[in-house]
């Protein structure tokens, strides 16, 4: 059977890669590892390219220098989204905690009001969106027998409703995260599954690579 699989990079990321040894992933290894019953044809990665943070400014150069990685790989195609920044006025939190803690206690809270701070926020675009239009596409065009899909995010939830009950085609999940599983992913979905530190401790990208540019290696403090 022919699988595509479908990466949500930073859910991907943030619930099972973070703070671990296995962030330089061969992501067709580790595509394989999930169906090693099925041949994975295409492994497609949304993700976004990351601005350079105060705390962490050498972070867009490690994210680049993985892609390069994962360019070397035939079969996997990086599918780019993008991130807005702007900056917004809330409120702080121990203020509002304060505010409703009164009320609770039946005090009155009259004069009181919220201490407003201005925050500087970036955030991911597009990678759901891009994520629903690629997989329903290649569905209707039946570039794949199955698909896995690797995320949690319950924005994609009609997107796989339609591949698999419209299309008719099965959608397996696995989930990046130690979270609950999504409610309603897990409603849609052909199976719904957990990844296991196995499928990634034995899908490590070789320290050092070669492409048309010349020799790399990981970086040091990935």
Same mark, same amino acid.
């Not at 479908?6 to 296995?22: M, S």
């Not at 580790?30 to 090693?36: I, W």
């Not at 006025?89 to 809270?109: D, F, H, Q, W």
């Given at each position: 059977?022919?699988?595509?699989?479908?990466?949500?990079?930073?859910?991907?990321?943030?619930?099972?890669?973070?703070?671990?040894?296995?962030?330089?992933?061969?992501?067709?290894?580790?595509?394989?590892? $999930?169906?090693?019953?099925?041949?994975?044809?295409?492994?497609?990665?949304?993700?976004?390219?990351?601005?350079?943070?105060?705390?962490?400014? $050498?972070?867009?150069?490690?994210?680049?220098?993985?892609?390069?990685?994962?360019?070397?790989?035939?079969?996997?195609?990086?599918?780019?989204?993008?991130?807005?920044?702007?900056?917004?006025?809330? &409120?702080?939190?121990?203020?509002?905690?304060?505010?409703?803690?009164?009320?609770?206690?039946?005090?009155?809270?009259?004069?009181?009001?919220?201490?407003?701070?201005?925050?500087?926020?970036?955030?991911?675009?597009?990678?759901?969106?891009?994520?629903?239009?690629?997989?329903?596409?290649?569905?209707?065009?039946?570039?794949?027998?199955?698909?896995?899909?690797?995320?949690?995010?319950?924005?994609?939830?009609?997107?796989?409703?339609?591949?698999?009950?419209?299309?008719?085609?099965?959608?397996?999940?696995?989930?990046?995260?130690?979270?609950?599983?999504?409610?309603?992913?897990?409603?849609?979905?052909?199976?719904?599954?957990?990844?296991?530190?196995?499928?990634?401790?034995?899908?490590?990208? &070789?320290?050092?690579?070669?492409?048309?540019?010349?020799?790399?290696?990981? &970086?040091?403090?990935?």
């Amino acid at each position: 059977m022919n699988v595509s699989v479908y990466v949500d990079g930073f859910n991907l990321y943030n619930g099972t890669l973070k703070g671990t040894p296995y962030r330089w992933l061969d992501l067709y290894a580790f595509a394989q590892k $999930l169906c090693p019953n099925d041949q994975v044809n295409k492994v497609k990665f949304f993700t976004a390219q990351v601005d350079r943070r105060f705390d962490d400014p $050498l972070q867009p150069v490690r994210q680049r220098l993985y892609w390069r990685a994962l360019r070397t790989l035939p079969k996997v195609q990086i599918v780019e989204g993008h991130f807005k920044t702007r900056v917004n006025r809330l &409120p702080e939190e121990t203020s509002v905690a304060y505010i409703e803690n009164e009320l609770k206690m039946g005090r009155s809270i009259a004069g009181l009001t919220p201490t407003f701070v201005q925050v500087r926020r970036s955030e991911e675009k597009g990678t759901d969106v891009n994520i629903a239009t690629h997989l329903v596409h290649d569905a209707h065009l039946s570039r794949f027998d199955a698909a896995i899909l690797v995320s949690n995010d319950s924005d994609l939830a009609e997107a796989v409703r339609i591949v698999c009950r419209e299309i008719g085609k099965p959608v397996h999940i696995f989930r990046p995260s130690t979270r609950r599983p999504n409610a309603k992913l897990q409603g849609v979905a052909t199976s719904f599954n957990n990844i296991d530190a196995k499928h990634l401790m034995t899908s490590l990208l &070789p320290n050092t690579l070669t492409d048309a540019q010349g020799t790399f290696s990981k &970086p040091n403090t990935w």
